[in-house]
């Protein structure tokens, strides 16, 4: 009696089993770019919704001290005292420059975070012109793992004229955008995403 129960059960049989495996291979093969396409989607609205929020960070600064966040000192603030020429997020590996581009990452630089998020520039923060910040809960590295910059110098006195946009080197890492573009003749460079503030 249990020999017969024994013999009554099948299995699969090699055809079967091929079918499915077939079945299962081709169906990865459809959905996988499917996914990878909503992943990079998703990667390209993560980094275009964050510059803005920085750019927006930025202005909100503006008005509230009347001046940029450009200062390595928040109590001087005249055109003589120290300034700085780019702003960066703390997180995130140091973006490539693409070879010819304007774009100066390595010197004289300060962090999104001590400018918006710490006040460590120590910018004052009673009287009608205050700091009234943290202007962003965090700032990340872009969604492929780089930092975010603003090219500041051009808000610093005496220097107009000039573009000043937050950036985000994109999928390949590399800055492909030039820092010094007149205003009128702003383009971004290759697959960099970019907001402009000014």
């Known amino acids: 009696m249990r020999m017969m129960r024994l013999r009554n059960k099948k299995g699969f049989t090699l055809i079967e089993v091929v079918v499915i495996l077939a079945v299962i291979g081709i169906l990865a093969a459809v959905l996988t770019p499917m996914l990878t396409s909503y992943i990079d989607d998703a990667r390209q609205t993560r980094a275009e919704s964050d510059v803005k929020a ?7 600064f503006n008005k509230d001290m ?5 200062w390595a000192s928040g109590t001087a603030t005249k055109a003589t005292d120290d300034k700085y020429d780019v702003l960066y997020s703390e997180a995130g590996d140091d973006a490539a420059v693409a070879s010819g581009k304007t774009f100066d990452t390595s010197t004289n630089g300060d962090s999104l975070e001590d400018q918006l998020l710490t006040n460590d520039p120590g910018y004052p923060t009673s009287g009608k012109r205050k700091w009234r910040g943290p202007y962003l809960e965090s700032i990340n590295s872009d969604p492929w793992g ?8 051009y808000l610093q006195p005496g220097q107009s004229g000039y573009a000043v946009f937050v950036l985000s080197a994109g999928p390949n890492g590399t800055i492909d955008t ?5 205003v009128t003749g702003f383009t ?11």
């Open 146 to 153: 780089n930092k975010y910059y603003v090219n500041v110098k």
């Open 178 to 182: 030039d820092a010094e573009q007149t």
């Open 66 to 70: 009347r001046t940029w966040p450009i």
């Open 54 to 60: 920085i750019g927006a960070a930025i202005s909100a």
């Open 188 to 198: 971004a460079g290759g697959d960099d995403i970019v907001y402009r503030i000014k």
